[in-house]
């Protein structure tokens, strides 16, 4: 049995050093293709000349609102990930500990709201993430690298 827990610390160890090798590179090939993106979005901004808030800044403060906001909405991204993740986890936990004290029904229906919150969390912090972009009259998904 000892040894089934090395063997999942060995390919977790293993695991970890490859993704902190390769992280540095999809990091930089993120970051080139969210560059070209913006400038992608800026040559629109100028073609298309639908915002004047947008239209009227020079080339640089458009690179950079978007530059950041593009980062902004990654960050952002993440810590949503993260906090539907923890809802998620703590949604099944309650689950089986309802469950094993009152049965299936009371499994489920603690299922059911934990993933009802979830969802509602999830659909407030994304629109809360869009928000500022928005605000402004960016096109949020010409942003988004996946």
Not at 34 to 50: G, K, L, Q, S
Request: proline content about 1%; hydrophobic content about 45%; aromatic content about 6%.
């Amino acid at each position: 049995m000892i040894w089934l827990i090395e063997i999942a610390l060995v390919l977790l160890l293993v695991g970890g050093g490859w993704t902190m090798m390769t992280h540095k590179r999809q990091s930089s090939q993120r970051e080139a293709m969210t560059m070209r993106r913006v400038d992608a979005y800026i040559e629109t901004i100028r073609r298309e000349r639908r915002n004047p808030d947008l239209a009227a800044m020079t080339d640089l403060e458009l690179r950079d609102l978007l530059h950041s906001g593009a980062r902004n909405l990654k960050i952002a991204e993440q810590r949503k990930g993260w906090i539907v993740l923890g809802c998620g986890v703590a949604s099944v936990l309650g689950a089986a500990v309802a469950g094993s004290q009152e049965g299936w029904l009371s499994f489920g229906i603690v299922a059911a709201i934990g993933a009802i919150v979830t969802y509602g969390i999830n659909e407030y912090l994304g629109r809360r993430m869009r928000a500022p972009l928005e605000k402004r009259g960016v096109d949020i998904d010409r942003l988004m690298v996946e």
